[in-house]
């Protein structure tokens, strides 16, 4: 019962690709963004930006996937806070970048999948060892 409460679960080895695939289309969503609009603005900001968010997610996924607590509770919290960030602009663009909308909502649905398996009940005993243990 112990080695299965140490081991990683499934849910939170899928959870962790789909929150990676998630940053890989966001990068690509915001590489498109820019190539379009480069003539029109300057995309320093934007690229500074985006390079903070995708890089503070990767260490949040990086330090959920070993079972960090924190991160997952951390992870929750931007999905909340995405949530209307990220749904009224793909609606507003689906006329006129439909590929770009279908990703964006691509995203959301496997953000949600992603939270989904974090916080199931294996994940959550999983999470709740590694809290507790004294394993590296």
Do not use: C
Not at 29 to 41: F, L, N, P, Q
């Amino acid at each position: 019962m112990i080695k299965e409460l140490l081991e990683k679960p499934a849910k939170v080895i899928l959870a962790v690709r789909f929150l990676y695939l998630i940053v890989a289309i966001g990068i690509v969503r915001t590489s498109v963004t820019i190539i379009r609009h480069a003539d029109v603005r300057s995309p320093d900001f934007l690229i500074f930006t985006k390079f903070l968010v995708y890089a503070t997610s990767l260490f949040l996924i990086y330090q959920a996937g070993k079972g960090k607590n924190w991160a997952r509770w951390s992870l929750i919290v931007i999905f909340v806070i995405s949530i209307p960030l990220a749904i009224l602009p793909n609606f507003d663009s689906m006329t006129h970048n439909p590929v770009l909308s279908i990703l964006g909502f691509l995203q959301l649905g496997l953000y949600v999948v992603a939270i989904w398996f974090l916080f199931h009940e294996s994940s959550s005993r999983w999470f709740g060892v590694r809290g507790t243990s004294k394993q590296p």
